[in-house]
Structure formats: C-alpha cells, structure tokens
C-alpha cells in the first residue's frame, strides 16, 4: 500500500477505542498527522491519560500501520489528553446540525424534534438541544417537563447528564427553570447557558447532535457560530412569500464569511394538506413548488417538504412527536429528509 494520508486514514479507520464504540478516525482521535517518507506522525486524543485503554489503542494502531506499510516504517504516536488540547465534552459528536429560520413559528422546534427522531430511527446516534433560551419547547414535545437531568462531578467540575426519551438524548434550558414563571434572559445570560448545555454536559458518542435556535439572527446564532463547529444549519419556511423574507435574512446570516456555517438545505414545512381519510391526496393551499424555488434563490439543496397535519400539533403538545407513528404520511416526510441528511455525511 503506498503511504498517503488517505491510506493511513483508512487504516486507522480499523482501530477500534471500545470505551466509545467506535474507530478512532471517527472519533476524531487522531491529530496532526503527517506522513512524509519512511514517517508516519501524528497524536492520539484520549479523554484521559493513565488508563489501559490507551496502551490498548496504542498498540493496536501500531500494529495495524506495520502490516498495512512494512515493519521498517518509522511511527511516532503521542498520546494526548483531551484537556491538554483544548477539546470538550463535544468531542465525540460527530456532526452538528442547526434547524434555523429568520421567521418564529414556521414550525423549527417540530422540524428538529421530528428529524431528530427520522435521524435516529435511520440508524444514527442522536441527541436535541432547545437552544431556544427564551421559548423552550423540547420539554413539552417530548413530554419530559417534570424531569430534571443529571449531574455529576468530573475534576471539580459539574457535568450535566442528558435526558433520554424515545432514543435521543435531550437537553433544555426548560428543564432548568421554572416553566410557570415568564423567562426574562439578556444576552449574556443566555449564551452562557447554551454554552452549559453544549459544554458542560456529557453527550458521549454521537452521529448528529440537532440544535433547535430560536427565531431570528441574535446572541445564541451568534455564540453558536463562532464558538462551535457546526457542520451545517437547515432553513425552515413556509410556503408563504412573507415568510421567506425573514428566512433569507437568516439564511444570508449564516453564509456571512466571518460565521461560515454552511446551509445544508431549505425544508419547506406547511407545504400542503392532507386530509387524513385519503392521505394521497395533496392540497397546496399556499400553491407549490415555492419551497423549490426559495432553495434555488438562496442557491442552497431543497431537502423537502412536510405537510399541514393537524397531528402534528396534538402529537407536539401531548409528548410523542408525529415522527414516530410509523403510519403518518408526515412520518415519511420526515423519514426522507433525514435520507437526504445522512447522505451529507457519508
Ligand atoms: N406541519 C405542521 N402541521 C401542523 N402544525 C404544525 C406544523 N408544523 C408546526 N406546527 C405547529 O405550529 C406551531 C409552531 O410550531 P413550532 O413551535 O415548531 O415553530 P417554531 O418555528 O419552533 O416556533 P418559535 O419561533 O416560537 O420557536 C406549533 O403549535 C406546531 O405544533
Ligand atoms: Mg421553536
């Protein structure tokens, strides 16, 4: 095999670290790699130094580039803490996915509850944060509003343990605060509790962490933007034309070169009505194909469209997002965007 990174990629992909189910490529353990001549270099992220499963991994990739490139070749693998590199608790996510839109209510807090349930009956680990600081609606969509997260102490340090209901691993301010009483939250306040639940909690091995944002373009797009890597947002509108001119403000928010998150696609939710006696049947009451031709403006991939489904907002309301009633048409909807998605990032 010639030595290229790639291929070296490709044989680290083979080395499994058990304590997170996963290779150590894409856990994003290996660092700094070069490969120049009979040398091969590069640094191995652990979450901690000092256990056995670091000699473990050691050797195993060791023994994997010998016989992949020749006993003769020249290994320098260090190993390295989380901590020393200035890496988190995100460490183990995989991808994150923001569902934005410029406009409050075309439905993003459903979006993101119901892809993240798509996303993670097709296969992938998942987890939700309501980013949504001021209105949070996780909680109440997946009827957890009486439940409060863990905590445990890691290096003197509190650690917040997701909630887990249907498989998805959830976090909310609302499971912080009293839900009676109006949340009044200035700026400050409320990028550094979006930073406690990113950063402070343990979200473990994840393939896509979703983020529900509030409306608009302020403080939390803003911290997300510059202090995580987002892999993508996907834009939420509505058929209507008034709608789409506060979504582009957003969408153009986001392209801006200073935040470069990159747009994954436009979701056109509301698109049309089905009544649910002949779920063939499609009315686009606001007209079709504007989902279409808004993606096509912002120059971004149409990932589809979800229909008015008057179950969709009980299902929001009582806890069981629509999503995963196997039977619903909106359920197939979701079920496609999240194909779409997972195709992104493979
Ligand atoms: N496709 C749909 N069919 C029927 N009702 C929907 C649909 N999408 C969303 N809704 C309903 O519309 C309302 C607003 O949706 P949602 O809370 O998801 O919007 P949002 O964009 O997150 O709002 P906000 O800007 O307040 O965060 C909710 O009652 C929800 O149940
Ligand atoms: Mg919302």
């Known amino acids: 095999m010639t030595r290229t990174k790639s291929s070296v990629i490709e044989v680290l992909k083979g080395v499994i670290y058990f304590a997170k189910g996963d290779n150590i490529v894409d856990l994003g353990m290996v660092d700094e790699l070069e490969v ?9 992220v652990f979450p901690k130094l000092g256990e056995a499963s670091v000699n473990i991994v050691m050797g195993a990739a060791t023994k994997a580039l010998k016989a992949a490139f020749g006993e003769e070749i020249k290994l320098e693998i260090t190993p390295i803490a989380e901590k020393d590199k200035g890496r988190g608790p995100l460490a183990g996510v995989k991808h994150i996915i923001a569902v934005a839109s410029g406009k409050g209510g075309v439905g993003k807090s459903t979006v993101a509850a119901n892809l993240a ?19 949070p609606s996780v909680p109440m969509m997946f009827g957890t509003e009486n439940m409060q997260p863990g905590v445990y102490e890691k290096e003197g340090k509190p650690v917040i343990v997701p909630i887990e209901k249907y498989g998805i691993k959830l976090l909310s301010i609302g499971y912080f605060v009293d839900s009676n009483k109006p949340l009044v939250w200035r700026g400050p306040m409320a990028t550094t509790a979006l930073n406690q639940l990113l950063s402070d909690a343990d979200w473990g091995v994840l393939d896509f962490l979703v983020i529900d944002l509030p409306p608009g373009t302020g403080d939390i797009q803003l911290t997300l933007a510059q202090s995580y890597s987002v892999n993508g947002a996907v834009i939420v509108t509505t058929p209507q034309k008034v709608a789409f001119a506060d979504v582009k403000r957003a969408a153009t928010m986001f392209k801006q070169e ?41 120059d971004i991939p149409f990932l589809g469209q979800i229909p008015i489904d008057e179950k969709i907002a009980a299902s929001g309301d009582n806890g069981n997002p629509i999503a995963l009633d196997e039977n619903s048409p909106v359920t197939k909807a979701f079920d496609e965007v999240a194909v779409r998605l997972r195709e992104k990032f493979q």
């Open 258 to 298: 200073k935040l470069t998150i990159p747009l994954l696609g436009l979701i056109e939710n509301m698109a049309y009505f089905t009544p649910s006696d002949s779920p063939e049947k499609k009315y686009f009451i606001f007209g079709d194909g504007h989902g279409q031709q808004f993606a096509d403006e912002l």
């Open 36 to 44: 120049a001549d009979n040398n091969i270099r590069f640094r191995l």
């Open 117 to 135: 349930i798509a996303l993670s009956r097709a296969g992938s680990q998942v987890g939700l944060v309501d980013a949504d600081i001021y209105g």
